[in-house]
């Protein structure tokens, strides 16, 4: 990962997965942390509940479930529907690698300051993201200033 985390608002975290599950495809994995009961990823062929060199588990205590998945050209839309179609809230942190290196972090359900993005992923694509109101730059906001009467 490059620099430091520039903090980002995420609009739409499913349609935000998806466009960087496909953007990095192919010689590729996506791991999942969290609650991860109920959810169908382990049914996926060359899932894993190990880390590997890249993808490492975030939360040490209390331990979540963890689940590695090979991300393959066209499999973006069978781990979206394995996670139930949406980003559920009992997954904690989504790391994408590719090639080996972390291309991509969500981590603390998409905290602002929380959200990379590694070298993989274009400016290009980051500006379209933002276009397309997935995701825009986040600026805190000052408390308003109370009236006095």
Known sequence: MEG???PWKVLDKRRLLLAMMEELAGGAHVSFEGDLRGLTLLSIPGASEEPTAALKRNTLWPKQEFVVVPLEPFMA???IAAIG????GA???IQIEKDGQLQFGAYDHFYPE???FGSAVKEDVIQSLISQNIMRPYTERRPRREIKR
């Not at 179609?85 to 559920?88: A, F, K, Q």
Request: aromatic content about 6%; some cysteine.
């Open 91 to 93: 997954i904690i942190h």
């Open 4 to 6: 430091p985390f520039k």
């Open 77 to 79: 839309e069978k781990i």
């Open 114 to 116: 929380c959200i990379c």
């Open 85 to 88: 179609g949406t980003v559920p």
